[in-house]
């Protein structure tokens, strides 16, 4: 017998489509070019931002939310490949997925704050380094994206085959936060979030990205500048 349970807080949830949407936007953007091309920086600005909200509701969040509750630990690991895990939230090869796009996207915001196109965009991040590491970062930021659509098509075809195998539909329990759970791993209901976590993670969040694109932090990082421009011209 089985039961709906709500697990996924709406944090989380608001959290992935909201970057489903950024992905989709800075993809689209990015391929198109030209007068789009500062869109695309805003949609990286807004995968930024949801990354850093991401890392630290993965601490602070309700239980689900949590790396610690899904990180795919070795024992985990086993008991999944066995066929012998029992849990409520991601199974270790959906959190290795989830894992793996947080890397693949991380590094891509990344390397774009420091990218730059040759024609008119450059990263807020740009004059930091100097343009021979600026143009190696936009070379491996354009290699990322085909990285990022290979992780994209794995996850969508897991959503695919575990709605037609098992009958579990992924996309529903991620819009409403509820999953059909057997009635012996049913936990109790999550907490209600309160206000005050999800406003002081956003505010973090919306910190550093207005820091990155309002000058602190090339002010910040100024002295990397000196150092490499010392290093590229040394005195004789």
């Known amino acids: 017998m089985k039961v709906e349970v709500h697990i996924w807080d709406w944090p989380l949830r608001l959290f992935h489509w909201l970057l489903v949407i950024a992905v989709v936007g800075a993809y689209a953007t990015g391929k198109l070019g030209g007068n789009l091309t500062d ?14 909200f991401r890392l630290i509701w993965g601490f602070i969040g309700t239980t689900h939310a949590r790396f610690a509750s899904f990180f795919p630990t070795f024992s985990r690991l086993v008991d999944y490949v066995k066929g012998e895990w029992q849990g409520v939230g991601h199974n270790p090869a959906g959190a290795i997925a989830i894992i793996a796009l947080l890397a693949a ?3 891509l915001a990344v390397t ?5 196109d040759d024609i008119a965009f450059e990263g807020p991040l740009f004059h930091v380094i100097d343009k021979e590491l600026s143009d190696k970062l936009s070379g491996w930021h354009i290699y990322a994206v085909n990285i ?3 992780l994209v098509a794995v996850h969508v075809s897991a959503i695919v085959l575990y709605q037609r ?7 529903g329990a991620m819009l409403t936060g509820k999953k059909q759970l057997p009635k012996s791993l049913a ?6 979030v309160g ?8 505010l973090i969040a919306a910190t550093v990205v207005w820091s990155v694109w309002s000058g602190g932090f090339v002010n910040y990082l100024a002295p990397l500048a000196s150092f490499q421009t010392a290093t590229a011209n040394p005195k004789t």
């Open 187 to 192: 936990p109790s209901p999550i907490k209600p």
């Open 39 to 52: 869109w695309h920086a805003r949609f990286g600005s807004l995968i930024l931002g949801l990354l850093v």
């Open 195 to 202: 206000p005050f976590r999800f406003v002081i993670t956003l």
């Open 105 to 107: 996207l991380s590094f």
């Open 148 to 150: 990022l659509l290979g």
């Open 112 to 116: 774009g704050l420091f990218a730059n």
């Open 165 to 171: 195998l098992q009958k579990t539909n992924l996309v």
